[in-house]
């Protein structure tokens, strides 16, 4: 049955959505921080100084985003789409690359996307400019729509910014409002049987969280009505989420330390700045096993009168022209001043031993030194390793096997360490059954194996001094098992990652779960693998928990565990080295590209000596539910957005894996 409204009547009062707007900056030198873009601010402030005046009663404008981006096609593209497909904004403002130079594409791109032109914009802008400067016949401006989006062209300079915005402000309010429909689509949307609460409960609880959205109870719309696109903008990945995530990452952090027994102590970071208490060696040591002697006796044949072996007794004085057997290692005796290693002397006789008579038998009694040393030769002297109060590894060393030796060299006993943060892994799906249930699956012929646990628990654990890893099982489809769940993890994890359930499924209550404990800092990524990825946080006490839910297909979980979560854990752990290894690689064959999202590519990276750079190659195909595409992947390559496959010997940059 169809409901009617009255045009212009949403059928209750509401307060108008404010106009989202973004400026893109398009320029070189801005992009790379050479030149202060002026441009950009600039067109900020006149959108809420004369934009925002222009605009009805109940109306307002916000800017939403701005960004700064190089004379690149692809990257002027990336970002126009990402706002009119992905953030949905009402209004897109670019300064730049409207000019003759080669590099000029902004109108071009601009152009390319549009589903409408609006050329009485770009009439306005170019006749109004011709009035200031006849220059403006250089000036080539795009004007037009995309889906619900109109997009406007300025030139590069805040004077000409300035100019063509004081043309065409007053007519924006009126193309955004025609554009919006809001009033019929709001009519339709309360007129839904069963939406007019959700509509009311979602306005109540509008929050601030940095994303753009509105907070949304749990799901309680029949299957047919519920939303059929994501309520969350695609955040970018190096350039938003994962500093957001680090920055929440940093507030959590805990700023303590415990001692640990140095045994127990290896893969932990250290707390604190070790510095030795003593020198080593604390003695002169020999370097050889041979003899020692006074260097300034020379060449010939000594006596030997002493031995000295490592950890043996006490040694008397060594007179001139008298040498001491020694092992490696071992102390000098007070007045041998170098070691003379063994293979350059000869035995000339051996006292008696045991009533044998045979001058061939018992010890050492003469030997014949056959080169002349230096003094110091083949010693080491006290200190010469380590110096008495030098510092030995500082706060933030994460403790390998070398570091757990040196300590216990320097007889350090204990260590104030840094705290592993306490993860807990867990699964969501009504399909999932644990490893070893073969029996279950013949009662439940469409279920299948939960290896997104096991695996992400194995791969957090490879990360040297990064968590402490708990299970915490598999939790079905259900909203309140599920709230549950988090809500008793909550005591026990300092970060809480779940695989499952943030897709738009009926049933994937993961998201608002998350929104009902705590706060989403956001639903989706700008990315492929892994769109889906969410990140939250929920207070629980005193302490933040992160909470990161990652996607049910496995491919899709472990890069987005790779990209967001490993550094995250790094930097809770106290390791310096958080961020990720990037190098650049050559392409050792062609690659296709999305044209929408930015891709994250399985390959394996070597080193061609020949070449003198490393080279990737694919895994093979990269579908998100294959997890053969990860086997033996040592690197994710960086693959930019755009329609053009990129050629063998192109440069990438490459994540490497730990």
């Not at 949905?88 to 730049?96: C, I, N």
């Not at 708990?470 to 300092?494: C, F, H, N, P």
């Not at 080295?577 to 999202?597: C, G, I, K, N, S």
Request: with cysteine; aromatic share 4%; proline share 6%.
């Amino acid at each position: 049955m169809a409901h009617t409204v009255a045009e212009g009547s949403t059928g209750m009062e509401e307060k108008a959505r404010p106009y989202s707007v973004a400026i893109l900056t398009v320029s070189d030198r801005g992009s790379s921080g050479v030149y202060e873009d002026k441009s950009g601010p600039l067109l900020a402030e006149l959108v809420q100084t004369q934009l925002g005046g222009e605009c009805r009663a109940g109306s307002s404008v916000e800017v939403m985003r701005a960004d700064v981006v190089p004379d690149e096609e692809s990257r002027i593209r990336e970002r126009l789409l990402y706002y009119c497909d992905e953030a949905g904004v009402d209004l897109v403002l670019t300064t730049g690359g409207t000019g003759f130079s080669p590099r000029d594409v902004t109108p071009e791109v601009t152009r390319s996307i549009l589903h409408r032109e609006a050329p009485g914009f770009v009439v306005a802008l170019i006749e109004g400019s011709l009035k200031i400067t006849p220059l403006a016949m250089l000036s080539r401006p795009a004007a037009g729509t995309r889906n619900g989006t109109l997009i406007l062209n300025f030139p590069g300079s805040p004077k000409a910014v300035r100019e063509n915005f004081s043309l065409v402000y007053r007519a924006i309010p009126h193309a955004l409002a025609l554009l919006s429909g809001k009033n019929k689509v709001e009519a339709t949307r309360h007129s839904l049987p069963g939406a007019k609460g959700v509509a009311e409960s979602k306005e109540a609880d509008a929050h601030q969280c940095g994303c753009g959205h509105t907070k949304q109870r749990p799901p309680t719309l029949q299957p047919g009505f519920r939303e059929r696109c994501s309520r969350w903008p695609m955040v970018p990945v190096m350039g938003e989420a994962l500093p957001m995530v680090l920055d929440k990452a940093r507030e959590a952090l805990v700023l303590k330390s415990v001692s640990l027994p140095l045994s127990d102590a290896c893969g932990f970071v250290l707390a604190e700045t070790v510095s030795s208490r003593s020198p080593y060696p604390p003695f002169r040591a020999s370097v050889k096993d041979g003899y020692a002697v006074h260097s300034a006796d020379g060449e010939g044949e000594y006596e030997v009168v002493s031995v000295s072996t490592a950890g043996k007794g006490s040694l008397t004085a060594l007179p001139r022209g008298k040498v001491c057997r020694i092992a490696t290692g071992a102390p000098l005796p007070e007045g041998a001043d170098a070691v003379v290693m063994v293979e350059c002397t000869e035995r000339v006789s051996c006292g008696a031993s045991d009533g044998d008579s045979s001058a061939d038998s018992g010890e050492e009694k003469l030997v014949r030194i056959g080169v002349s040393v230096s003094p110091g030769q083949d010693i080491r002297p006290v200190g010469v390793d380590i110096e008495a109060g030098k510092e030995i590894l500082a706060a933030g060393t994460v403790l390998g096997p070398s570091e757990i030796g040196l300590l216990a060299m320097l007889n350090h006993p204990r260590v104030d360490v840094v705290p592993h943060p306490r993860v807990t892994v867990l699964s969501t799906g009504d399909e999932l059954l644990d490893i070893g249930e073969a029996s279950a699956s013949r009662k439940r012929p469409h279920s299948i194996i939960d290896s997104n646990r096991l695996m992400l628990r194995a791969q957090l654990a490879s990360v040297q001094g990064a968590a402490t890893i708990q299970d915490g099982g598999i939790v079905r489809d259900d909203y309140g098992a599920l709230r549950e769940r988090m809500k008793q993890l909550l005591s026990t994890s300092d970060v809480i990652i779940t695989t499952g359930g943030v897709s738009m499924g009926e049933k994937d209550y993961v998201q608002d779960v998350l929104e009902e404990l705590g706060t989403v800092h956001f639903g989706r990524l700008h990315m492929k693998p892994g769109k889906p990825t969410t990140f939250g946080t929920v207070q629980s006490g005193s302490r933040t928990v992160l909470v990161f839910a990652l996607p049910g297909n496995p491919v899709s979980a472990m890069v987005s565990s790779i990209l967001l979560v490993v550094p995250a854990l790094k930097l809770l752990a106290g390791r310096g080295d958080y961020q990720h290894r990037v190098v650049q690689v050559a392409l050792a064959h062609a690659f296709r590209t999305d044209p929408e999202r930015p891709e994250y590519h399985r390959a394996i990276t070597r080193w061609d000596a020949e070449r003198r750079e490393y080279v990737a190659q694919s895994t093979g195909h990269q579908a998100s539910s294959r997890l053969l595409s990860l086997r033996s992947a040592n690197a994710l390559l960086c693959l930019p957005a755009q329609k053009e496959a990129l050629r063998a010997g192109e440069k990438v940059d490459a994540i490497l894996l730990d």
